[in-house]
């Protein structure tokens, strides 16, 4: 901050103060992911998929634009997560009987157990990456990075301003 403030003092850079920290806080948080997946033969993108169908409850099934939209990817994106997982067997594709026409994608024994053995694993590698925060202030960051999130939500519906140099 003090750099900025020194070479370009006619410019207000304190949004990176938040959005940097954010930032590098990020890729600290996906590194960890990372790693942990890692060692499960999985990376983020598939066990988002998994954790999507477990969540769902039995029979732990979803069409690929359900877990798209779930993702917040496109359902071109989902069907090549969904032909990796397949062929690691963690889901197989079947077909709604009433209606031919939809396909969903289900987890298998093994992709169920995967996902069990996984999300524990997961959420005791986030809860020590949180260890640092005592309990309230965990549950004052999630309130703050809520706001956040609507924050950017709304910025993406604004265009951004213009700089003096740009027309």
């Given at each position: 901050?003090?750099?900025w403030?020194?070479?370009?003092p006619?410019?207000d ?16 948080y ?9 060692r ?5 993108a598939a066990?988002?998929v998994?954790a ?5 409850g039995?029979p732990?099934?979803?069409?690929a ?7 917040l ?9 969904l032909?990796?997982l ?11 009987p009433?209606d031919r026409r939809v ?7 093994k ?5 069990n ?5 997961h959420?005791a ?5 949180l260890a ?10 999630g ?6 999130e609507?924050?950017?939500?709304l910025?993406?519906q604004?265009?951004p301003?213009?700089g003096?140099?740009?027309t």
């Amino acid at each position: 901050m003090e750099q900025w403030e020194r070479e370009l003092p006619s410019i207000d850079a304190t949004p990176m103060e938040v959005l940097g920290r954010l930032h590098r806080s990020f890729i600290r948080y996906q590194g960890l992911l990372g790693d942990l997946f890692d060692r499960y033969g999985l990376n983020m993108a598939a066990f988002d998929v998994l954790a999507a169908l477990r969540r769902s409850g039995a029979p732990y099934r979803k069409t690929a634009g359900e877990l798209a939209e779930i993702a917040l990817v496109t359902t071109g994106g989902i069907t090549l997560r969904l032909d990796r997982l397949e062929k690691a067997g963690l889901v197989i594709r079947e077909r709604d009987p009433d209606d031919r026409r939809v396909v969903y994608a289900r987890l298998t024994d093994k992709g169920l157990e995967a996902i069990n053995t996984v999300a524990a694993a997961h959420f005791a590698n986030e809860k020590r990456m949180l260890a640092g925060l005592t309990d309230t202030e965990q549950r004052q960051l999630g309130r703050l990075l809520r706001k956040l999130e609507r924050s950017l939500e709304l910025a993406e519906q604004t265009p951004p301003e213009t700089g003096p140099d740009q027309t």
